[in-house]
């Protein structure tokens, strides 16, 4: 009987061994990063908020964008056409994500009224999915003055799937 019962702890170690290892694996999740490229972002609305600390003062949107997109590529450039309506070159550079992937760093630099600016260097992402990317670019620091004024302007996205990357 010891020898039974010897076999059947050793089975049940067995057993309990494999579910551990198994229960271990990292089921493999979609990267952030991996939600950038394949498609264009076209530009379908953009609003600005103003606030004085956490107080908002103003609340303005735009939704009648002119065709706006932003192009990331899987080797990390990137580029933004018709930046705020204005006929300029396609704007290229780079992105790249922070470590816990909460914000985007693209360097590219756009001109609009008040000359070069480079809106998208310092993003943090308030949604990303397959189909929409909000980004919240300006003043965005997590901690502020509450007498302090900021401003955040609101970029919102949706892909634009083309036929080669379907």
């Known amino acids: 009987m010891t020898k039974m019962k010897r076999k059947y702890v050793l089975l049940f170690l067995f057993a309990l061994a494999c579910i551990a290892v198994n229960s271990c694996k990292k089921a493999e999740k979609a ?34 964008t002119c065709s706006q997109y932003f192009t990331f590529k899987s080797d990390k450039t990137c580029a933004y056409t018709n930046f705020n309506c204005a006929s300029q070159e396609t704007a290229t550079g780079t992105w790249s994500l922070s470590q816990n992937q909460l914000y985007l760093y693209a360097d590219i ?34 901690n502020y003055s509450l007498t302090q004024p900021r401003t955040i302007v609101v970029y919102g996205f949706v892909r634009q799937i083309s036929a080669a990357s379907e």
């Open 31 to 64: 990267s952030i990063a991996t939600l950038f490229p394949g498609g264009t972002w076209k530009l379908t609305s953009v609003e600005t908020k103003k606030y004085i600390g956490n107080q908002g003062i103003s609340d303005t949107t735009i939704n009648d």
């Open 109 to 142: 630099t756009l001109k609009d009224t008040s000359g070069n600016v480079r809106p998208f260097l310092n993003s943090q992402i308030q949604s990303l999915g397959q189909y929409s990317m909000v980004l919240n670019t300006g003043d965005i620091a997590p």
